[in-house]
Structure formats: structure tokens, C-alpha cells
């Protein structure tokens, strides 16, 4: 196991500038799964999110999220993820962890919602940690949001709103640790669904201001 007497300093001082291992995926906020209903599938997960942290350096993250969702009735849908992922540091130390993590949330329709254009709120929350060398990262997510969506036509949907991101981030070395808050916890998302066929959709989303994150999915309904 290598060492990384560098980034033990930096752990010791301050912390570093931007972390991308908080990444989660909201999805569209105006659809749950019917009672007895949902899917699995994988997540592509690409960027970064800033915290409030001296030091410098970025991180950047591929993350391959695996998560599944299902109806539980009167508009409400739980969702679960399990979430490996690799990390690496842009300071030239070689920090570069890899990461598991699991999460789990609720989507909520209000009312008896009907036509083209519905509204949602959700809850949620990420945890997960991993380490490289003498330094360990662990981290907290707590994730509100609320949105729209349209349906466009049978096959397609486009979706965006608000998010809150709550956001605990604590790296410990041989000398201390240092925990980390994001810089700005309000942030935009939106997205697509397509509906390729009967059982299968893809999508995307982008995740703006609170981090800046592109998803990739691919979900089979059941």
C-alpha cells in the first residue's frame, strides 16, 4: 500500500477545493413507478462539486452507480443505489480512491395528477467511503428536490427543478483529519427519458451550480 506523506499535509492543514464523490442522482421528480412496479439499472456518473476547503487541487470521479426503484402506491416510489466508484486527485499526489457507497430515497407525486405535465418532491441520502494509503474519505449526502416534468409524447420525457444538497466530507490522515462543506448546497437538474421500448429506458441529466455532474442510464422496467 503506498504512502502519501503529501496529501497527509494537506490533511493536516486544510483539506482540498473540489470533490466529485457526492454524486446523486435526482432523476425525474414528476414520475414514480405504479404499485408492484419499478426497474433497475446502471448510472454513468462524470464531474466535480465544489466544497468549502483551503488548499488546492481537484478531483475528478467515474462512478458507475447501480439502483433500482419501486411503486409502493399512492403516488410514493423507493429507490436504492449501491454506488463503486474510482477518485482521483488533480494535485499530483496519486490520491486516487477507490470508493463504495450505498443510498436510498423516496419520490412523492402530491394529489391525483393527470395530463402531460406533472410536479414532485423527493428525499434521499448517499453514504460511502474508501481510502488510499494512510488517508481515508468518508462522506454524507443529503439530497431534497423538487420539479416538473413533460411528457412530450409516449416515448419521451423532459424534466428539471430545485435541489438542496447537504454535505459532509471528512478526509483523515496520520496527523488529523479535516471535514469539508459544499460551497453552495442550492443547484439546478434536468434531464430526458427515453422510452426505447416496452421494458427498456435511457436518460440523462446535468446537474449544475451545487456540482457540476452529467448521468448516463440505462433502467429495465419490470
Not at 496529501?7 to 466529485?20: C, F, I, K
Not at 470508493?99 to 407525486?109: P, S
Amino acid at each position: 500500500m503506498k504512502r502519501i506523506s503529501l496529501w497527509g499535509a494537506v490533511v493536516l492543514l486544510a483539506g482540498v477545493s473540489a470533490s466529485p464523490v457526492l454524486a446523486y442522482r435526482i432523476g425525474n421528480p414528476g414520475v414514480v413507478s405504479d404499485q408492484g412496479k419499478g426497474d433497475v439499472g446502471a448510472v454513468l456518473e462524470l464531474g466535480e462539486r465544489k466544497l468549502e476547503a483551503d488548499g488546492s487541487g481537484d478531483m475528478d470521479i467515474t462512478g458507475l452507480t447501480f439502483e433500482g426503484r419501486y411503486g409502493l402506491g399512492n403516488s410514493l416510489e423507493l429507490r436504492g443505489r449501491f454506488i463503486p466508484m474510482t477518485v482521483e486527485w488533480d494535485g499530483g499526489d496519486g490520491f486516487s480512491p477507490n470508493m463504495l457507497g450505498l443510498g436510498a430515497g423516496i419520490q412523492w407525486l402530491p394529489g391525483m395528477q393527470k395530463g402531460p405535465l406533472t410536479w414532485g418532491v423527493g428525499a434521499g441520502f448517499d453514504w460511502g467511503k474508501g481510502d488510499d494509503g494512510d488517508v481515508d474519505l468518508d462522506y454524507l449526502d443529503i439530497v431534497l428536490n423538487g420539479g416538473v416534468s413533460y411528457k412530450v409524447n409516449k416515448e419521451l420525457a423532459a424534466y428539471g427543478g430545485l435541489s438542496f444538497i447537504n454535505s459532509d466530507v471528512t478526509f483523515k490522515g496520520p496527523g488529523g483529519s479535516v471535514s469539508a462543506d459544499i460551497d453552495n448546497p442550492i443547484g439546478l437538474f434536468g434531464g430526458v427519458d427515453f422510452a426505447a421500448n416496452k421494458n427498456w429506458k435511457l436518460g440523462a441529466e446535468l446537474r449544475l451550480i451545487s456540482e457540476t455532474m452529467v448521468s448516463l442510464t440505462g433502467r429495465y422496467c419490470f
